[in-house]
């Protein structure tokens, strides 16, 4: 199992330009959330879906839409860039009623 | 209100010392417990988890950790360190099903031969 995946690893943006960040995982996990990481501030939930076709808000979701079509992805789209989202983005997964999340590798994006 | 509260924003260890990382929470349901860690760019492993039963939780890596309730902490030991284990440490809280885990800051860990 390859587990969690994200992609890209690293992106730079400017102001204004959109773009999708990709989350996968092959464990046939139900639930799927978006974290960002910011320094001393820990890790905060953006969005989560408890399966396909279900999406709901997290703590920090302006700025972020996602939408979950199948039960291995959930992508995270920017609409429009801004500075303050300059961040390392993390995406996990875990069993619906488990309380294990696993963790991708991360997504550092920096916005100019 | 959910909090996670980890006071060391880094502590510096030497080779083979014994380490103790703390951790104090604030959560209205029965508290699901969690050690995280982050090596440098990387993702977060989970060391360990405290869900019910034995307050005194093994990991892995030879990390373990003990849930105090009535003190609300959750901190994480190892008798020995090695310079592997260099990296930022993450407590965690949740409830059983719930949607979201709360996170502290994190402590960075520093190991000096």
Redesign the interface.
Known sequence: NAG?TQTPKFQVLKTGQSMTLQCAQDMNHE?M?W?RQDP??????IH?S?GAGIT?Q??VPNGYNVSRSTTEDFPLRLLSAAPSQTSVY?CASRL??A????????TRLTVL | AQSVTQPDIHITVSEGASLELRCNYSYGATPYLFWYVQSPGQGLQLLLKYFSGDTLVQGIKGFEAEFKRSQSSFNLRKPSVHWSDAAEYFCAVGARGANNLFFGTGTRLTVIP
Do not use: I, K
């Open positions: 969690v639930y959330s974290y001393g501030m820990g890790l905060r939930l989560y408890v709901d997290g703590e993390f619906q009623g309380n294990e999340q696993f963790f991708g590798p991360g």
